[in-house]
């Protein structure tokens, strides 16, 4: 267990305020200031000669409003790149400047630390010095920590209570399941730990969650372990995150006597991204804000409901719709200037959410106006790694061009489109960073199936047997690992040969023998599969027949379809390869590439995690069908899915400063299995004025909406070739009549059948069928030695030639052999 977490308080307590016992809050000792234009602001305003304060300046019409309309409930609608930080921070300056609160009277909240952090010292510069006694500036969680530490005893808590992580709730539950008679393996901890956090998240006790919620788990017992968890907890002197809020929102309900107190404590109150709050939030926020009739409710929101993008982590965009009903009278205030975006970018993302029913309503512009702006440009490619191709060398001409790689993003919809654009710019020598979470080949779930592989090619991988011997969970604890790591070091033996070897005594236990035999007897059938099974047959064959894939499948978190989509994502990047030890060698490559976060390098990322960024050139890849809007948004959600994957789609065009490109292809790799995709409802939603397709004939093969209706990106010639990109033609420019020969013509569906597969050797690519097959005996007009570039393998030199067919050593993907007319001279 733990007395601390990510997301605690960043402002000291009030002097021995954690010992003392849990007392009403006093009145405050100083003067209390005087509202609006009395005596008091007046003599502050004379004090400065009645100059209007510095910090207003630079301010537009309607931040100025935001700014000093202090009285009375205020909705700030603010647009992306409007300048929603710097209208709360000064009216935070201002209220303070005025005299109209003291800063222990101001309750501000934000969504991270870092974000109240910035906002205090935004605060500091503009009232020109420190701002002292600001104890309710922080995130919801950490102001109810300091709730809790004070009237905790009013809902069973000491207040030195305890703060569970998540690990430390799991464990708990599992042990509560197991006390109750259950199956802790039909009935995961984990799971059950989710559903609390929903329920916690939309402010639910025991008591009040649905009788159908309710017998979703274990037999209908959920209502009664969450009492239990509840009690247990009780015990303990601990709680959850989630009771972080419940707590507070349980006693100001019980004890309308202390609400009132908070009332009058509370002169003001600001509340940041308010479109990201969830119910249980919002029930806190209510509880503080309203008041009796008569009595003040300067309560200001601040956020944008076109940016509401965390649906599937509770937050409720109606939160924000039903601001002016829950607070009679509020006045709502548009920040639709932009200072960020080109009048192209802004007209293309104003139209897309204007699809949008559940909206307030605001169109966003520009001041400045530039003939030379580029319109947003639309893309189609045939496949993903053309995709990722053609992105590649976009960057790389816009780096030609003196345009730094920090000032680039690609924004993906899901993770497992990050692992093309890391496997391609590694091989052009592009510098990147995945933000927001670890790269492809770092990812948990690509470690451990990625440890599977290396223990079939090598034996001897001690480190990959560790990682997975009990991955998933077999019995084989720490106990038996020390065991055979002990044996192995006695022997100087590898893991795996020891572990072949122990079983043959009695050194284990019975049932830990067992699986460890279980274990042996799948890694030998694996390596005799080896030499002879096509490496990604036998790829699926060890994730299915190890139980890793049924792990995830049978994992109920939010994160298991997103591991079980980039698994499969890992296996269609093995098609590229000959073997599985040139795909563990390429992927060792890839991760010794430099991470140093001071080099100028490319962010690659989930559009979630792009939210209040801004880059100068944006990618957005992957706009199709079932991917973007998302299937799964579609499915579980319906119409306010789709209205929240539209959302996502207005955050990713409004990243872009100077230019935007937005891509789709064909066709994608899908659950395992090439199909062919439409493009993106949202792509027909963009208006032509602001939009450029980009040379849509020579890529994309074009096929009908079917339920959509007709799209004006149908309407592309079919596709001729899939290598059609600038870099492309580039490389192919001196290519012999042989080689032109052997390429021939060929129909999307023909180019469809030889790239995956369907008819040829499996897993292998158009080029890698066209040098199996080509006969030519034509002199290549290369030389031994000759230094060239390969669009997917980068740069190496020729060290064997025979007719049109060149071995070449390449410098990061090794020895390969491809046709002259794929390369050119550096």
């Not at 007046?42 to 009645?50: H, K, L, S």
């Not at 700014?67 to 000064?90: I, N």
């Amino acid at each position: 267990m733990s007395n601390s977490f990510d997301d605690m308080p960043f402002f000291d307590e009030e002097p021995g305020e954690m010992a003392r016992k849990p007392q009403p809050p006093a009145a405050p000792a100083e003067r209390a200031p005087v509202s609006g234009g009395g005596i008091a602001a007046r003599a502050m305003a004379a004090r400065d000669g009645g100059k209007r304060p510095d910090y207003l300046a630079g301010l537009n019409p309607e931040q100025t409003e935001a700014v000093e309309t202090l009285e009375g409930p205020v909705l700030v609608l603010a647009g992306a790149g409007t300048g929603k930080t710097r209208v709360l921070t000064t009216r935070i300056a201002h209220i303070l400047n005025t005299g109209r609160a003291f800063p222990s009277q101001i309750l501000a909240v934000t969504f991270t630390n870092k974000a109240a952090r910035e906002m205090k010292e935004r605060i500091a510069l503009l009232v020109g010095g420190a701002v002292e006694g600001m104890p309710w500036l922080g995130t919801f969680h950490s102001i109810g920590v300091k709730l809790l530490r004070r009237h905790g005893e009013l809902v069973g808590l000491r207040s030195d209570f305890t703060i569970l992580d998540t690990d430390d709730v799991v464990r708990l539950i599992k042990q509560i399941i197991q006390a109750e008679g259950l199956d802790d393996k039909r009935w995961p901890a984990k799971q059950f730990a989710g559903m609390i956090d929903t329920w916690k998240n939309k402010g639910l006790g025991p008591a009040d969650i649905p009788e159908g919620d309710a017998r979703a788990f274990a037999n209908g017992r959920g209502r009664d372990l969450y009492f239990a968890y509840q009690a247990r907890l009780t015990t303990l002197n601990a709680c959850d995150f989630g009771d972080l809020l419940m707590h507070p929102i349980t006693i100001f309900r019980k004890n309308p006597d202390l609400l009132k107190e908070y009332h009058g404590r509370f002169r003001y109150i600001l509340v940041d991204e308010y479109q990201d709050t969830n119910t249980a939030q919002y029930m806190w926020l209510r509880l503080l804000a309203q008041r009796s009739k008569g009595e003040p409710q300067n309560v200001c929101c601040v956020g944008d409901d076109d940016q509401s993008i965390y649906g599937w982590r509770g937050a409720e965009v109606d939160n924000i719709l039903r601001f002016e009903k829950d607070f009679p009278g509020a006045k709502v205030i548009k920040l639709e200037r932009n200072y960020r975006s080109t009048e192209h970018i802004l007209g293309a993302a104003a139209h897309l959410i204007a699809h949008n029913e559940g909206r307030l309503g605001k169109t966003l512009f520009t001041d400045r106006s530039d003939p030379d702006d580029v319109k947003v440009q639309v893309h189609a490619s045939w496949d993903s790694e053309e995709e990722a191709r053609a992105i590649g060398e976009e960057i790389e001409q816009l780096q030609r061009g003196k345009h730094l790689l920090n000032d680039m993003a690609i924004l993906v919809r899901a993770s497992f489109q990050m692992r093309e654009f890391e496997d391609r710019f590694v091989t052009l020598g592009l510098n990147y960073r995945v933000i927001g979470g670890p790269r492809f080949y770092e990812r948990l779930e690509i470690r451990d199936a990625m440890a599977y592989f290396r223990l079939v090619a090598q034996a001897s991988d001690d480190l990959a047997f560790e990682r997975i011997i009990n991955t998933p969970k077999r019995g084989l604890g720490d106990t038996t690992v020390r065991a055979l790591h002990d044996y192995a070091r006695a022997r100087d033996i590898p893991m795996l040969a020891a572990a072949a070897d122990i079983i043959e005594t009695d050194e284990l236990k019975p049932k830990a023998r067992k699986a460890l035999f279980d274990v042996i007897q799948s890694f030998r059938r694996w390596q005799e599969l080896l030499e002879n099974t096509p490496h990604t047959e036998l790829a699926e064959q060890i994730l299915e027949e190890s139980g890793y894939t049924d792990m995830w499948k049978n994992d109920k978190s939010a994160e298991a379809p997103g591991r079980l989509e980039n698994l499969k994502e890992l296996i269609r990047s093995m098609e590229s390869f000959e073997s599985m030890r040139g795909f563990l060698e390429h992927v060792s490559l890839v991760m010794d590439a430099e991470t140093n976060e001071n080099l100028d390098a490319v962010s690659i990322m989930t559009l979630h995690s792009a939210k209040g960024l801004e880059f100068d050139t944006v990618f957005l890849p992957g706009w199709e069908e079932g991917l973007f809007p998302h299937q799964r948004s579609l499915d579980e959600s319906g119409r306010a899915g789709l209205e929240e994957e539209r959302r996502l789609a207005y955050v990713g065009i409004t990243r872009a400063k100077h230019r935007c490109h937005i891509w789709f292809v064909s066709n994608r790799r899908i659950h395992g299995l090439w199909q062919s995709t439409l493009p993106s409802r949202f792509l027909d939603e963009l208006p032509e004025t602001h939009v450029e397709v980009a040379a849509m004939e020579q890529s994309y093969g074009g096929y009908g909406r079917g339920g959509y209706g007709q799209s004006r990106f149908d309407k592309a010639e079919p596709f001729a070739n899939s290598y059609s990109t600038p870099g492309w033609k580039r490389a192919q420019a001196n290519k012999t009549d042989a080689t032109r020969d052997n390429w021939g013509t060929r129909s999307g569906h023909a180019v469809e059948r030889i790239g995956y597969g369907e008819s040829g050797p499996k897993g292998r690519t158009i080029e890698g069928e066209l040098v199996a097959k080509s006969t030519s005996s034509e002199p290549s007009r290369f030389t031994l030695g000759d230094r060239v570039f390969h669009l997917k393998f980068g740069n190496g030199n020729i060290t064997g030639i025979e007719g049109n067919k060149l071995t070449i050593e390449f410098d990061r993907a090794g020895q390969k052999r491809v046709l002259d007319g794929f390369v050119e001279r550096v």
